[in-house]
DNA sequence: TAGTGGTCTAGACCACGTC
DNA sequence: ACGTGGTCTAGACCACTAC
């Protein structure tokens, strides 16, 4: 019964108690020399096992104040989703996979600073080569209040760099998608691609999450509707403790096969 | 520049020269001491590190053989969707998120007989106590010739347990989720919940991955057409390393506000 | 300032793959 | 049998929070 290692064990047993009610939820967990003494085993095997429990979303441990109990713990649902939907008011869009709709940015961490592309993928998925320096927009966001839950990042190709240029200085000109699409491009068309994946450093110290924390990685190709090449790459980091979609399944009964001629019932 | 503590320096020296091509896909990686005595660190920082890098998914470390670079390595691409298709000839039915088409059950690990529920959250899905014994199917899938990358997971309502029960020794009869509709209970409704989580020990062990590797974790909810009522929970954990959704935006111009009459443009 | 979690070390031992 | 990665220990020191 016990292939475990004992660092896993101990995480199972404090799993236990915390399912249990023994340690309630936003109760502190006793002090970590404490539950090393009681376990008879090394301080660092069981800081080893909170480090589990906290991946897994039963704790968060702070430097300085301690263990507590995060079993839970609240949940934003987004619907899942493929429609774009265009606002010609705004000049903006919306994008399902980037919002709850009630989400703000923070801290004033935004950054539109050009910058040099490093990530392999992100380079070929823009057709660019790694290490050119193009146009980024860099935003961390989630709701008023709560803390930010979301990186959004942008890749703006640098052919159609000229037609965003003004976007910061001048809001009532509209998102940069939409001068890129009156500007020459329209209709821009978009490919998804969706992945889950352990959070890098960087992006867990924005956050706010432990190193290695499960994300959900939402990466956008946008397509020009005039010469057919990638005009802006942009992707969603989301901490998976904070949201999980939902969505209804359709029947497609067009695609049922009917029943063989030849029966070959027997129910 | 360097908040990071040293482990993560070590890990980000490592990734420079893995994506440097110094050290290249399937080559193997100096062992930890070597590197420990090179980087002038403990062993268990070294290791540290290299726990990083194989979560980010850049090597992967095997007891006894060594460190291989894995960098670059293929993922499934599975196209995302909402529409579920019946075929009535095989009496089954197919679920986007289930699968790639080509999959198989892999090592006999198929498991059918009945257990008490332990997830808190999937007894709230399919409307039993925790601890209520109900009708399970357990299944470890993958390509053929690879190693397997899913797990599925299937609750039936113990109200609905009959009209499966000799699913198994009958397999002309059809999939147990067709016998529950023909049994009464047309025509079924589901929902789908999304996320993205860090793997179990359990669950690691079943995927060949490590502890807290990040999977994605598709919940489903199928209710009856007749009592309005839930019949079967399913779950797929997939390791997030192998597959990625890929989808098409599409526009929805329904949605798109006109021109405002008095207009405030300026392009 | 005291107490908390987080990191690092040096060394030991174990489990597993390879030869 | 040997060499590999994985775990555990005991102790030290550091970074951060709360008081």
């Known amino acids: ?4 290692s ?10 236990r108690r915390i399912e249990a009610g023994e340690w309630e939820p936003d109760a502190r967990l006793p002090v970590i020399d404490a539950l090393a003494e009681e376990f008879g085993a090394a301080r ?17 441990a702070t430097r300085g104040s301690g263990v507590v109990v995060r079993y839970g713990a609240a949940r934003a649902r987004r619907p899942r989703g493929n429609l774009v939907k265009r606002n010609l008011w705004l000049r903006g869009y919306s994008f399902p996979s980037a919002s709850a709709g009630e989400q703000w940015m923070k801290h004033g961490e935004a950054d539109n600073t050009p910058t040099a592309i490093t990530d392999e993928r992100v380079a070929k998925l823009l057709n660019v080569k790694v290490g ?10 989630g709701p008023i209040g709560e803390a930010p839950f979301q990186i959004n ?10 037609l965003v240029a003004d ?5 009532a000109a509209g998102e940069w998608l939409y001068r890129i699409e009156v500007g020459g491009h329209w209709p821009i068309k978009w490919f998804e691609f969706i992945r889950a994946r352990n959070a890098t450093p960087e992006e867990a ?7 290695g924390k499960a994300v959900m990685e939402y990466t956008r190709q ?13 992707q969603y980091v989301i901490d998976g403790d904070r949201v999980e979609s939902v969505q209804v399944l359709e029947r497609d009964e067009s695609a049922t096969l009917p029943w063989p001629a030849n029966g070959e019932a027997e129910s």
Chains 1, 2 share one sequence.
């Open 6 to 15: 004992r660092y896993e064990e101990i995480a199972e047993a404090m799993r």
């Open 222 to 234: 946008g397509w020009s509707g005039s010469d057919d090449k990638p005009v802006e790459v942009t």
């Open 132 to 141: 050119e320096v193009v146009p980024r927009r860099f935003r961390v966001t």
């Open 44 to 60: 660092n095997t069981v800081h080893r096992a909170i480090g589990l429990l906290e991946t897994l979303g039963y704790v968060a």
């Open 1 to 4: 019964m016990a292939p475990h």
């Open 153 to 162: 990042v942008s890749w703006i190709h640098p052919r159609v760099a000229e």
């Open 205 to 211: 110290k924005l956050l706010g999450i432990r190193v």
């Open 167 to 171: 976007v910061d200085k001048n809001p």
